[in-house]
C-alpha cells in the first residue's frame, strides 16, 4: 500500500508502457522549479493526468530492459489473476473465483474466449512451474472452469496463482498498446522527446525532471529487496551491524544506494514457512574471500562495496560476476558473501531459493523503487503490485 501521505498527493501519475515487475501511487515531492500537473485517481492504483489524452498507445522510455520485457509479456499473456498496486486480488484471466472448505481446491472461472481444457493442458506441461507453486493437481470441470488443487490450505487466493509462470496467451488484445521509446546515450534525453513517461532510478534523471514544469515524478511500489546472503559466519561484518541493524540498513539505504532506498523492511517471505523440498548441497569448507554481486548492478555493486570498506578485513574484496558465473558460485556456496536482489514480494518461493545452498544465513539491506516521470497528457493507466503498468480494468 502506498503511504498515507501519498494517497494525499493529487499529482498527474499516468502512463506506462509494457513494464513489470509495487504499485504506481506515491506522488513525489514538489520540486520547487516550476509548477507541477495535478492528477485524478479514480482508485489506488488507476491513475489519470490532468488533461489525459484518449489513445491507443503510451510510449515509455525504459532505463531497465527488465523491465520493458517483464510489461510487454503481461500485455500479451494473462496470469489466473493479478494483484494490484495494494497487493489486492483482481481479475486477470478468470473472472471470478472460490474455494471449497478445506482450502486447499479453488475453481477458476475463465473469462470468454479462454479454455478450460486448453489451460489445463498447457499448465501440465509445466510440471516444473506446477511444483514451484505448490500445484498437485488441475482438473477442467466444463468449457470455462477449472479446479486448483494446491498441496497448502489458503484462506485467501494463493500468490502463485498471479504469477507468470502459469500466464496463457490473451485471447483479446489490450486495447491499449504500451511501447518502448528507442534508447539514448543520455537518458535525460529522453525527457526531450515526445516520450509519454520514463521509468528510471538514475537520481541525475530525477533531478533533471524536477526541473522541467510539464513532467511529474511518480514513485513507483517498493518493489526489490537486496540480501547479504552469508556461506559462513561473518565476525567482521557482525561487527559493523552490531545491535542496531535496523539503523543499519538505514544507514545502507541512505549513504550507499545510489537509487531510491529504504532499509529493508519485512514481512520477509524468505522467512515464511514454505515446504520446497530437500535444500541445496552444503556449502565447502573452503571459500574465496570475495563478496560478489550481479555485474550491472548498480545498487547491489554498491552495497557490496560499501560493506567490504565498513568490514575492513585484510584480503576480502567486492566482485561482479556475469549471470553464469554467479548463479554457479552461488549454487557451490563458494563465496565468503553475496549481494542479490530478490523480488520484495515473491510469488512463488522455492522457485528462487532453489539455486541457493544449504546453511546460508540471510541477511536483508535495502528495499529500492523505481519512479516513472510523466508527461501530463498521458493516458490513463494502472499499477500492479510490482510497479507494472497496463491498461485500466475493462480495458483486457
Known amino acids: 500500500m502506498f503511504p498515507r501521505a501519498v494517497r494525499r498527493c493529487r499529482r498527474s501519475v499516468l502512463p506506462a508502457m509494457w513494464v513489470a515487475g509495487g504499485c504506481l501511487a506515491a506522488c513525489a515531492p514538489r520540486s520547487a522549479a516550476g509548477p507541477t500537473p495535478t492528477a485524478r485517481v479514480a482508485d489506488g492504483c488507476l491513475i489519470a493526468g490532468g488533461t489525459p489524452r484518449q489513445g491507443d498507445t503510451v510510449v ?8 520493458a520485457r517483464r510489461a510487454l509479456f503481461r500485455q500479451r499473456f ?55 507453486a505448490g500445484i498437485e493437481s488441475v482438473v477442467p470441470l466444463d468449457d470455462r472452469r477449472v479446479v486448483v488443487g494446491f498441496a497448502r490450505s489458503s484462506e485467501t487466493v494463493p500468490d502463485a496463482l498471479a504469477d507468470t ?13 504500451f511501447l518502448a521509446a528507442p534508447p539514448a546515450d543520455d537518458p ?27 513532467r511529474t ?3 513507483l511500489p517498493w518493489s526489490r529487496s537486496y540480501l547479504l546472503l552469508l556461506s559462513a559466519p561473518w565476525p567482521a561484518f557482525d561487527s559493523v551491524v552490531g545491535a542496531d541493524s535496523t539503523g543499519f540498513r ?8 545510489p537509487a531510491d532506498a529504504r532499509g529493508a523492511a519485512g514481512p520477509f517471505w524468505w522467512n515464511a514457512p514454505r515446504g520446497c523440498g530437500p535444500p541445496g548441497t552444503p556449502s565447502p569448507a573452503r571459500r574465496s574471500a570475495s563478496v560478489v554481486y550481479p555485474r550491472g548492478e548498480r545498487p547491489a555493486q554498491a552495497l557490496a ?53 544449504a546453511g546460508l544465513t540471510v541477511v536483508p539491506l535495502v528495499d529500492t523503487r523505481a519512479s516513472l516521470i510523466l508527461r501530463s497528457t498521458a493516458p490513463a493507466v494502472t499499477v500492479d503490485y510490482d510497479g507494472t503498468l497496463r491498461a485500466p480494468d475493462g480495458e483486457p
Not at 190 to 212: F, G, I, N, S, W
Not at 250 to 257: E, S, T
Open 78 to 132: 494473462a496470469s489466473p489473476v493479478r494483484l494490484d498496486c495494494d497487493g489486492r486480488v483482481r481479475p486477470d484471466l478468470a473472472a471470478a473465483w472460490s474455494v471449497d472448505s478445506s482450502g486447499r481446491f479453488w475453481t477458476l472461472s475463465l473469462r470468454g474466449g479462454a479454455d478450460a481444457a486448453a489451460l489445463t493442458a498447457a499448465w501440465r506441461a509445466r510440471p516444473a512451474a506446477l511444483r514451484l
Open 188 to 214: 535525460r534525453d529522453q525527457l526531450d522527446r515526445e516520450v509519454d513517461a520514463v521509468e528510471t532510478d538514475d537520481p541525475a534523471v530525477l533531478d533533471y525532471a524536477r526541473r522541467r514544469a510539464d
Open 305 to 357: 562495496e560499501r560493506i567490504v570498506a565498513l568490514a575492513a578485513e585484510p584480503g576480502v574484496a567486492a566482485r561482479g560476476l556475469d549471470t553464469v558465473a554467479l548463479a554457479a558460485a552461488l549454487s557451490a556456496g563458494s563465496e565468503r558473501a553475496y549481494v542479490l536482489p530478490v523480488s520484495r514480494r515473491e510469488l512463488m518461493p522455492c522457485r528462487e531459493i532453489a539455486g541457493w545452498p
Open 60 to 67: 515509455v522510455a525504459f532505463a531497465d530492459s527488465v523491465a
Open 165 to 177: 509462470a502459469l500466464a496463457a496467451p490473451r485471447e483479446t488484445p489490450p486495447r491499449r498498446v
Open 250 to 257: 538505514q544507514a545502507l539505504a541512505r549513504d550507499a544506494v
Open 217 to 219: 515524478i511518480v514513485p
